[in-house]
């Protein structure tokens, strides 16, 4: 009995312990003390009484087989290689143990992380059963200086794929967030690797709210959503991350190709900052002024008293400046 065996049984509806015990040849205690832990891990398994144990909110499991399956053939051939497991420190640090394929993209998937990495040394939250949690590696045939405005063209196909999928009031957030009405509901890490001159190896991970709530998500500190609402589109985590790889996959052959340029009146088209009065922390420094876009390399235009600036992402931290 694994956590993937335990959950899987409970989809059905609710189960006895007695019941459970007797599936998988193990005792009342041991099926408690499994439930316990996940409980721990932030899974709303509910006791029912006589019912026994189900879940607060059934939610189809992540699912190689099935994911493989809702993915067309040309897209399926170029994954290199598919891992997935309940619990992980982290899938970007997964990835970036190995070396990037010669082709095509490697996939690291997890329900749960217990040391997920956001930008700026910070942690990605990571619910089991409520989000995607996603680390892939690919090799491009360009320098590091080729590779600006790269996490800006990932926000652009994530962003742009959500809507595709369904998502209403998609928009991102310089560098590399995406916002659902002005909140934060998935964010992109991104890490190169190689020679300055090429070939470069890149590590992108994305974390992405779907069904998370307010309980599970009581730890982040900032505003914060999910894909999922009340009544709305009831979403197939399997279905959705096949969408996301497709068309990152897509994505990633334009970026190889033409760079930044045939993402940027894309990204225009969903930029949540433009227009906004902004705080951009870099370092010890607070610059405030007004976002107008960004340039031809991916770096946010700020317009100032002082004139304006160009910011690059690295460290940089931005936003919104409420006075």
């Given amino acids: 009995m694994d956590n993937f065996a335990l959950l899987s049984a409970l989809q059905s509806g609710p ?85 990037a394929p010669p082709s095509g993209i490697e996939v690291w998937l997890a329900e749960m992380q217990t040391a997920g ?62 916002w659902r009405r002005g909140r934060k509901c998935a964010g992109l890490l991104i890490q190169l690797r190689g020679e300055s001159q090429g070939p470069c190896d890149v590590t992108l991970g994305f974390g992405i709210n779907v069904t998370l709530d307010a309980l599970g ?15 709305g589109q009831d979403w197939d985590r399997n279905t959705l991350l096949a969408g996301l790889l497709q068309d990152l996959l897509a994505g990633f052959a334009c970026f190889q190709e033409r760079g930044f340029a045939p993402f940027a009146a894309r990204y225009h088209a969903l930029d949540g900052l433009h227009g906004q009065s902004v705080a951009v922390e870099d370092g010890a420094r607070r610059i405030t002024g007004t976002a107008c876009g960004v340039d031809d390399s991916g770096a946010l235009l700020l317009e100032t008293p002082e004139g304006r600036r160009r910011f690059h992402s690295g460290e940089v931290s931005v936003r919104i400046d409420h006075g």
């Fill in 117 to 178: 990495q956001g930008r700026r040394g910070k942690r990605w939250l990571s619910v089991p059963l409520s989000g995607i949690a996603c680390s892939l590696n690919r090799r491009f045939n360009l320098s590091f200086a080729a590779m600006s405005g790269f996490s800006l063209a990932c926000a652009v196909i994530i962003a742009e794929s959500l809507q595709r999928q369904g998502a209403q009031d998609i928009s991102v957030k310089w560098p590399n967030d995406i």
């Fill in 15 to 99: 189960q006895t312990g007695v019941a459970l015990a007797g599936r998988f040849g193990v005792t009342r205690a041991a099926v408690w003390k499994r439930i316990e832990q996940l409980r721990r891990a932030g899974v709303q398994i509910e006791t029912m009484g006589r019912r026994g144990y189900g879940l607060k909110q059934p939610t189809v499991l992540l699912d190689l087989h099935r994911l493989r399956t809702a993915l067309p053939a040309a897209a399926e051939a170029q994954l290199a290689g598919l891992h997935l497991a309940f619990e992980t420190a982290s899938t970007q640090e997964q990835a970036m143990a190995v070396a």
């Fill in 217 to 231: 998500g009581a730890a982040i500190d900032q505003p914060w959503t999910s894909l999922s609402e009340p009544g």
